[in-house]
C-alpha cells in the first residue's frame, strides 16, 4: 500500500501547483473529449509521485470517474446525449470496467505497461487516418 501522507509532506510548494495545474489539465482533456485523461493522468502518477504501475492506473480511474460523471451531467443537459448509445455502450463500458479492474490485480506491471502503450499508440495512429 502506498502511504499518501508521508509522501504528500514531502511535495514542496511547487510540486503541489504542478500537480495541481496538471490536474487541471487532465479534468479539461476528459471533459472536452469526452474521456482520455488517463494518457496524462497514469504517467503523471508514475514520473511525479513515482508511483508503481498499477496504482498509477487504478488511481487515475478513481480520479476520472468524478470528473466523467460531471462532464455526463453537463452533456445530458445539453441535450447531447442520445439514449440507444448511452445505454448499449455504458453496459459494455461498465462491463469492461469490471473486468480490467480484476485483470489488473493479477498482471504483471510490464504487461500493464505493453497495453496502456499499445493502446495509446493505437488511438494516436487512428486519429491520424
Do not use: W
Not at 451531467?73 to 459494455?92: A, D, E, H, K, R
Amino acid at each position: 500500500m502506498v502511504d499518501f501522507k508521508s509522501k504528500s509532506s514531502k511535495l514542496s510548494f511547487k510540486s503541489i501547483f504542478i500537480l495541481s495545474l496538471c490536474g487541471a489539465l487532465i479534468g479539461f482533456i476528459n471533459g472536452f473529449f469526452g474521456g482520455g485523461g488517463g494518457m496524462i493522468c497514469v504517467p503523471l502518477l508514475e514520473k511525479m509521485l513515482h508511483l508503481q504501475n498499477k496504482y498509477s492506473h487504478a488511481t487515475a480511474i478513481a480520479i476520472i470517474l468524478p470528473i466523467s460523471f460531471v462532464s455526463s451531467v453537463i452533456y445530458m443537459l445539453s441535450g447531447n446525449i442520445q439514449t440507444l448509445p448511452f445505454l448499449t455502450v455504458g453496459t459494455g463500458v461498465v462491463l469492461g470496467g469490471i473486468i480490467g479492474s480484476f485483470a489488473l490485480k493479477f498482471l504483471p506491471s510490464k504487461v500493464i505497461r505493453f497495453i496502456f502503450v499499445f493502446v495509446m499508440l493505437a488511438g494516436g495512429i487512428r486519429l491520424l487516418f
